[in-house]
């Protein structure tokens, strides 16, 4: 049966978010959906080099701890779960709901939306592709990886299969949101007004706490209360495409207008042709308006017929990173880190493609041009971090700026400590696009 309303609520906006706020979505936020937004670019690019490395990993590595913290309260209050969580492997996070659901004795049915792999297409394909950010070609890049950004489509057959938990791979972010709204509403996938309207609305949710205040906060300007408890948000949204964006009461941060604005610009380079697999949305004619405490209702946007290409992420091998970072603290604690620098350089820096100096706590984010400009006194600052940086084409080429700086201890200047090595395979992120019609989204569903 159609719906007037349904509830969808953020429970995380990356990998590495909070587990606390789902959990009180999903217990007093009274939703009718939960998601979680977990994937970025290099995010599914590693997830592949993991799944290579052992064919049953590949989906997001805090899978399992919040699946086995959500799913009691998911079954108890009838929330359907859609996340991204699936990563370069969703049947395989599939089967591990599908196991922690039967240790929880938990009755639910689980879909895997697959399909936005392109890797092994492309490698096939006698096209040309060409790199957008760059105009090279694709096959001057060691690839890893090649997701395609898919749409609604697949989510949409796994619920209209009436599965509960709906893990997908490279989906894009606001086709997380606007499944469910074309589900409950019985949008028309060509009605790109609504579509575009309901793509505002998954864009301003997809971030989670970004909406509440989080990365919005900054003390003296815009200070946010309550960041340690800081709320995940929800929107109540109409059959007609508006909705009020809000969060759980009692929880910490702050639903605004500013907040709203500044995540509803948040990775638009163009207002009137926001891209995304199911329209190309127009955000100009968004309006926003502050009803309540902590409560925006969000009306207008509109949209145009869908893109014949899909983007996708290809992730490769760009290089490796030799790290090394020492500190150097009391009297003339510049100077030395300074002197030290001078000894890594006349050492490191011819081997090295890219090698750079930093030295944290003065000029490593506004390098020397700011310092020189706000007359920072080097004299005066108590303590700096020396790093040291360089590209290598090998892990053992890298290894040596490390093992440099170890060797300052004993080598000099006087009183350098807490030596820190790394070495990193760097994997880069560039785009192609692909005919849309060569990939087909894929759904496997699974019963405990």
């Known amino acids: 049966m159609k719906k007037d309303k349904?509830?969808?609520?953020?429970?995380?906006?990356?990998?590495?978010?909070?587990?606390?706020?789902?959990?009180?979505?999903?217990?007093?936020?009274?939703?009718?959906?939960?998601?979680?937004?977990?994937?970025?670019?290099r995010t599914i690019a590693l997830a592949q080099k993991r799944k290579l490395q052992d064919a049953s990993k590949g989906y997001d590595p805090h899978l399992e701890k919040r699946i086995k913290s959500l799913l009691p309260l998911l079954v108890k209050n009838q929330i359907k779960l859609i996340t991204n969580m699936g990563a370069a492997n969703p049947l395989a996070a599939a089967h591990k709901v599908i196991e922690i659901a039967k240790e929880l004795n938990l009755p639910i049915k689980v879909a895997a939306v697959t399909g936005d792999d392109a890797t092994q297409w492309v490698r096939?394909?006698?096209?040309?592709?060409?790199i957008l950010e760059n105009g090279q070609a694709l096959n001057d890049y060691e690839v890893i990886s090649i997701n395609a950004y898919m749409g609604v489509e697949g989510i949409l057959e796994a619920l209209t299969a009436d599965a509960q938990v709906i893990i997908t791979g490279r989906v894009?972010?606001?086709?997380?949101?606007?499944?469910?709204m074309i589900h409950e509403f019985d949008w028309q996938m060509d009605d790109y007004d609504l579509l575009g309207k309901g793509t505002v609305i998954g864009h301003l949710l997809?971030?989670?706490?970004?909406?509440?205040?989080?990365?919005?906060?900054?003390?003296?300007?815009?200070?946010?209360?309550?960041?340690?408890?800081?709320?995940?948000?929800?929107?109540?949204?109409?059959?007609?495409?508006?909705?009020i964006i809000s969060k759980v009461k009692g929880t910490g941060g702050k639903i605004t207008l500013q907040t709203t604005k500044e995540q509803l610009l948040y990775e638009v380079i163009n207002p009137h042709e926001y891209y995304t697999p199911d329209v190309i949305a127009d955000f100009t004619t968004v309006k926003l308006e502050e009803i309540g405490e902590n409560q925006v209702w969000?009306?207008?946007?509109?949209?145009?017929?869908?893109?014949?290409?899909?983007?996708?992420?290809?992730?490769?091998?760009?290089?490796?990173?030799?790290?090394?970072?020492?500190?150097?603290?009391?009297?003339?604690?510049?100077?030395?880190?300074?002197?030290?620098?001078?000894?890594?350089?006349?050492?490191?820096k011819p081997q090295f493609e890219a090698f750079r100096i930093d030295y944290i706590g003065l000029n490593a984010i506004f390098r020397e041009e700011f310092s020189a400009k706000m007359k920072v006194e080097e004299s005066y600052l108590p303590e700096v971090r020396l790093r040291v940086s360089g590209k290598a084409s090998?892990?053992?080429?890298?290894?040596?700026?490390?093992?440099?700086?170890?060797?300052?201890?004993?080598?000099?200047?006087?009183?350098?400590?807490?030596?820190?090595?790394?070495?990193?395979?760097?994997?880069?992120?560039?785009?192609?696009?692909?005919?849309?019609n060569v990939l087909k989204a894929n759904v496997d569903t699974l019963s405990a």
């Open 6 to 41: 349904i509830r969808i609520g953020c429970g995380a906006g990356f990998s590495g978010d909070r587990i606390e706020p789902a959990l009180v979505l999903a217990e007093q936020g009274e939703l009718d959906y939960l998601v979680l937004e977990c994937l970025a670019e």
């Open 124 to 130: 096939n394909s006698s096209t040309h592709f060409t």
């Open 172 to 180: 894009s972010d606001p086709s997380l949101f606007l499944a469910p």
């Open 206 to 243: 997809e971030c989670a706490g970004h909406i509440t205040g989080g990365y919005f906060a900054e003390p003296i300007m815009k200070p946010i209360e309550g960041l340690a408890t800081l709320g995940h948000p929800f929107a109540d949204i109409y059959a007609d495409g508006s909705a």
């Open 298 to 348: 969000v009306t207008g946007g509109t949209g145009k017929t869908k893109p014949s290409t899909y983007k996708a992420s290809v992730g490769y091998k760009a290089f490796y990173l030799g790290e090394g970072e020492i500190s150097y603290a009391g009297f003339n604690a510049v100077g030395r880190a300074k002197l030290a620098g001078e000894v890594l350089s006349q050492r490191l």
């Open 394 to 436: 090998t892990a053992e080429e890298a290894l040596l700026i490390g093992e440099e700086v170890e060797a300052l201890y004993t080598n000099g200047p006087a009183a350098g400590g807490g030596v820190r090595k790394n070495v990193n395979e760097v994997i880069g992120i560039v785009s192609i696009l692909i005919d849309r």
